[in-house]
């Protein structure tokens, strides 16, 4: 039985009104708005893949703002170092011991900004913190803050000078997203406003991060039928049989699923999941977890195959009613 400390009804308007606050800074896309505020209930992380200039940064500077948590903001680089995110001991002469210098992972929101241009040793880096919630480092563990999230944008992988994120590395991700364009209405004022736009910095918090961990203690609490736990099961073993797939869905994925849809339900200020809520998830939680047979193609052909595959997965199997 869920605290009685929110009901989801509460929580749901709660998060109405940090959706609105975002959507003052990130015009016409409430789709990507939602998931990731889905991401973050979840305790989940966030890979948002897209081409420059569509607002990736921007979507996650608001989000810290928009709860009013610590941010931070890791430009990755080739020559980018692990010590150069999690930190690194340094010996004090005066004091004749060694100090952990922290780095900038401890916070709450971590930004890492074009996280497939750095080295996939550094983008290993981030495990153990998007894993386990703490970093160790010569032998000492190191809790982060409550709540923490990671948030990383990611180029498409034809782009110069981009490393492809390994599988461990994209599985600890409970969403991918695209941010996409805006529609022609959202664009046009845009335009009548001059390219201006709030600066996130100013945004108003519609939350807190304690009432974010208040909701997030909430998300289990969220009703999962037997049925819907069936439908869950049944499109994860549809991509572990499926002979365009090299690489199923892991139990890892299912859990993620299955925590996804609770936080979409308590989203929309229900105490119980939905086959909708599941559905809808599908794509977001899954794609990136699948393997597509390559010999068809490169990388891009790839993930849209895998994308077509759940498609055709979710219209094979009926949902129930």
Known sequence: ????????????????????????????????????TICLLARGHLLIE?????????????????????????????????TDVLGVTVYSASREQFDFKKGPVFTNLLLADEINRTSPKTQ????????EGQVSIDGSSYALPQPFMVIATQNPVEYHGTFPLPEAQLDRFLLRIEMGYPDME??????RSNGDRIDPAHL????????????????PHVQVHEEILDYILAVVQATREHPHLTLGVSPRGSIALHRAAQAAALLDGR?????HDVKSLVKPVFAHRIAADRRFGG?????????QVLDEILTSIPAPL
Do not use: W, Y
């Open 1 to 36: 039985m869920a605290p009685e400390s929110l009901t989801a009804t509460a929580a749901g308007e709660k998060l109405a009104a940090l959706e609105s606050a975002i959507c003052t800074v990130i015009r016409g896309k409430a789709a990507a708005v939602r998931l990731a």
């Open 50 to 82: 897209d081409v420059p200039g569509v607002g990736k940064t921007t979507l996650a500077h608001a989000l810290a703002r928009a709860i009013d948590c610590n941010f931070n903001r890791i430009q990755f680089t080739s020559d980018l170092l692990p």
């Open 124 to 131: 290993s880096a981030l495990l153990e913190a998007m894993n």
């Open 186 to 191: 959202s664009e046009k004022d845009i335009l």
């Open 204 to 219: 108003q918090p519609a939350m807190h991060a304690d009432e974010v961990l208040d909701i997030q203690k909430q998300v």
């Open 271 to 275: 105490g119980f999941v939905t086959p």
């Open 299 to 307: 990388e891009t052909e790839a993930v849209e195959r895998s994308e």
